[in-house]
């Protein structure tokens, strides 16, 4: 009984010290690895009768298994023995993943271990509850919360080489054969113009063609206009920059309780408040959308094809959209072989077999926000829908601008009172300190709620179409006063400049201070936050639209941004898939420090327009 009892601590004792040595006084920690020794006494024999025989190489199989929070130990000299399996330990349903690595014998396996779930649930939920009721990692956990996975099985479980798999491959070799003839034959030879549809179409395969056109600065687009191409590539990059600190969140981190104050950080509020880089590309596809529909019903003459307007837009987005989705789904695993890669299974093939076409109909923003495909793309299916409205009210601003500009209104006016609505019912905050899943599932993804930029950038392209027609109008009146006095344009980049300063580093305030914050004073930050953005961003940049602002427009309007504004949606698409890979795929878990997201998203940003180029 001795010689069994000093295995079976030894043994269970050290993974359970990980947990419950940091918030267990001696007597309770005595307590603990009895209950431990009395659960694993209930298991199945052969696990049981293996444990009990491992005196004499008990150091090597602790030395394989993790020692901390997020410690993946040697995963593979573990899967490697004969003797050995590895168990992944996993705590689900938090903002950030916990989990270890543990080495026990072959005999052992996933249902061994349930019967230490409850042991776990009161050392994990003392340990999260010593964070402060202010960390956003704090929440009730239960059993069902605690999961032990066998990384090796769950891989064996998945047909990596199945026909989804082969189909992808030949419809991206046909593809390749597509543009290797196209280049081919169309070398040399001059486009008179007199082509049919069939090789019009097959022209587009051309990869010099391509090449040539893609860097080449655009011909139709007015001069005051390039400015946006800058604004476009750094909201991106933003945009990076932000999933490099969110994903990174996705993965093992061992010091994962030191997110709470790397969130607290001042200058941290950038990587925190990136979500203001996505409003910005709301407004931009409001403007440009709306400006150009504009420019095609008065060239028409007040007509427009709606259905062939429509399908203009589901063709130059879907197919990329397409492509990308089967990469994720059938070609990425194949890589994989982290411990924890097992999770990547489930967001391609459980999530994406389960609502792939929910993405496919552009409504994945209403659908389960962690069961989704290719989560990061309901930015897509609110922009699409956002869409669908534009046309019609291209069309009430031609035939009545009072009336196109009162739709504008009632439209903002009434989404406006629904966010209001539900940021107080809900108690929703934009405070990482308040974490709440109803902050994703109910507002944070949804069209009423993320309206108001685009409605902005359609506004703007109103206002701008009236001026350059010359129209007799208070915006053009502004626009003559802003060319012709430079306080005036100094004016607006002071207050721009403070006021999007201002938005971002709020969240420092509401992360450190979340308690001070009035239910009123939260509620309004959360609602107007994103129009106030995109209005002290127009601010910025109206002097250059209008012909004037030159240092903006030297910086923005550069050359260097036009190929890179190009890539900007195949970029969105890709770069999660790298950073949710170099998550999942790890083998022994990271540290979470700044530096390393730094690093990290500089080569995502590197790799993602690369493979964006090629596609």
Known sequence: ???????????????????????????????????????????????????????????????????????????????EYASTRYILLLVRGLPALIGMGLCVPAKCHEKDFAPLKKTLLGALSGLIAKQGADSPLSKNLTEDNIEFADPKLRKEAQHLYSEGFWVTIMVF???????????????????????????????CFNYEKNISSYFEPPTREEPDLRILHGIRVLSMVWIVLGHAFYFAKSGFLTNVFDI?????????????????????????????????????????????????????????ILPLYVGVLLIFVFIVPVFGSGPGFHLFYEKTKVDCGSSFYQNLFFVNNFSDHERGCMTWTWYLANDMQFFLLTPLLVLVYYRSPRLGYALLGVLALGCTVTSIILAIKYNLSCSLMKYNQDFFELYYRRPYNRITPYLLGILLAFLYSSYKKGQSFWFTTLCHKIQENGYIRWGLYVFSILGIFWLIHAMYWLNNYPKDWSTFEDTFYLVFSKPLFVFCLICLILPSIVGKGRLITAIFAHPYFVPLSRNTYCVYLLHPIFMIFISLDDRRGKYFEYNDIVIKFLGFSLISYTMSFVL
């Open 1 to 79: 009984f001795y010689r069994v009892m000093k295995v079976t601590t030894l043994f269970w004792g050290v993974i359970f010290l990980c947990f419950g040595a940091p918030i267990l006084g001696k007597p309770s920690l005595k307590n603990a690895l009895v209950n431990f020794y009395k659960n694993i006494s209930r298991a199945d024999t052969e696990c049981k009768s293996v444990i009990m025989s491992l005196a004499d190489d008990i150091g090597g199989v602790l030395l394989r298994s993790g020692k901390g929070i997020n410690a993946l130990g040697e995963y593979k000299d573990c899967s």
């Open 173 to 203: 070799a046909v593809l390749i054969v597509f543009t290797a003839l196209s280049t081919y034959l169309s070398s040399g030879k001059k486009n008179d113009g007199q082509e049919s549809i069939a090789a019009r179409v097959f022209s």
């Open 260 to 316: 709470t104050s790397f969130l607290k950080k001042f200058w941290h509020s950038y990587l925190t408040n990136a979500t203001f880089s996505v409003d910005v590309f709301f407004f931009l596809s409001g403007f440009l959308a709306s400006y150009l529909l504009v420019k095609g019903v008065e060239a028409a003459k007040g007509k427009l094809r709606l259905w062939h307007t429509y399908v203009h837009r589901i063709l130059r």
